[in-house]
């Protein structure tokens, strides 16, 4: 088949019976939450995803026993008459992964923490020619792995996280974009070297931002080298509900309606199967978006180049925060020039009309409005309104903004641009709650805990609070966030204040009136209005 143009130019990658790349579709995938070593449960909710129109399923692996089972797994799966690729989630245990690789279609590693230390934040000094020595040791012990997964005819992700980056990358290269970007190509450079080409690279992070930006600072640089390697796309840490949804559509959408992603996750906090039909929905409107796009010529690969330059008029504009349409506490979004799009051409046009300003060197202010007469479904109206606003949002355009649809009131419209707004990192109108989607690793209820924590401490606008099943993610994304709520153990949990942790497995039941306690002697606390 020929490929699409409105998408990067990959090759494919085959992972059991299903493609990966363009011009094959978005690929949806899903993670358990069962116990790997619990065979009848993960069998049963690996099935449920996929029933749920998944193409692909991951399980976490974090030993061997664990990777030992994924084939007891696999043969349940497979005596239900499912065919569903399995995908065996790597951290930490190398001897895992050769293990998995056997029983799998997919193997998940990240560069992080594969052959790596834990990360620690501890600084580390190197010689060009100590830095290369490293990186030659892994070289050595990582061409091993990929001999096998040659052998076994196993795919493999190299999935970075921003929260799990190794010291030694982040002392050279730091904890943003180029310390992630390096990360991931130092793998890819040996998978090219050592002609191994059934590799999917992520690049994910709980700040959308971060998470758009660094995508795309690593398909200029794989572009630069001749690496075509599929891109598998998510936030990480996104949460639930409408935070969790909103988030997840900015951040894969925007990338997306470029052309860029092949496969995707949306990563809530709740039961897999219900992250299924978002995804799939953000993939279908995002394809129509691409083209649209593509033809009017308005796509765009590299990084935002920050907010768009403009005067103030009336309170927008300028360095003025975005003015939204119909809230009370922002400037009349009709205050500046208005552009209203209404339709799935709404994007190009507003992108064409913005670009054309531009270009003609205005500095403006405009009010976006966007319209959506004929989306008759109020949840995919909710995502694509997050696409759209938030792809323009990142891309610069931040003056004011506005809905208009019959399925919203002006309060309801007002109140999901917040929430978009909130969600490319622009304005915080609650507190910030990132949140893991849990997997089998997950040392607590986290749906539940996730709901106490969001009705407790939501009204702090001024805070961001973490909330991570496991330690694998935890320490590293409470390097981003005020305070952190992390499973320690079976119940348990250790609280964090950025990276130090400051209690220690306390029951699950005491730990939300321990932190409020926390919070309120760091005079970070003020009651609810």
Known sequence: MNQHPYRRRTISVAVGDIIIGNPSPIVIQSMTTTPTLDTAAS??????????????????????RHAANLAAIKDAVRAAGCTVPLVADIHFNPAAAFEATQHVEKVRINPGNFFDPGRTFRKMEFTDEEYADEV?????????????????????????NHGSLSDRIMSRYGDGAEGMVESALEYLRICHDEDFHNVVVSIKASDVQL???????????????????????????????????????????????DGIGDTIRVSLSEEPENEIPVARTLADYCELQAAACYHDGVQRRGRSAGRRRTRQVNGIGGTCSVAILGDSESADVYGAEVLRSTGCDGLSHVRRTMQTLAADGSDTP?????????????????????VDLGSLLLEGYRDGIGIESP?????????????????????RYRAEIVACPGCGRTLFDLPSVLEVIKEHFGHLSHLKIAVMGCIVNGPGEMAGADYGYVGGAAGMVSLYRGTECIEK??????????????????GQWHDPK
């Open 407 to 427: 399925l919203l009131s002006t309060a309801e419209a007002a109140d999901l641009c917040r929430r978009i707004v909130q969600a490319c990192g622009l304005a």
């Open 505 to 522: 497995n306390i029951p699950q039941a005491e730990a939300p009136a321990m932190l409020e306690q926390i919070i309120r002697a760091d």
């Open 43 to 64: 069998a049963a909710q690996t099935l449920s995803i996929a029933r749920a129109g998944a193409s692909m399923v991951r399980l976490t692996a974090q030993g061997v």
């Open 136 to 160: 030659d040791k892994i070289r050595t012990k990582f061409i091993p792995f990929l001999d096998l997964c040659r052998r076994c005819g196993t795919a493999i992700r190299i999935g970075v």
């Open 211 to 257: 998470m758009t930006d660094t995508v795309r600072l690593l398909v200029e640089r794989m572009d630069a080298e001749g690496l075509q390697y599929p891109l598998h796309l998510g936030v990480t840490e996104a949460g639930n509900a409408l935070e969790g949804r909103i988030k997840s559509a900015v951040g894969i959408g925007s990338l997306l309606i």
């Open 366 to 386: 405009v009010s976006i409005v966007l319209s959506y007469p004929d989306i008759t479904d109020r949840d995919t109206l909710i995502l694509a309104a997050s």
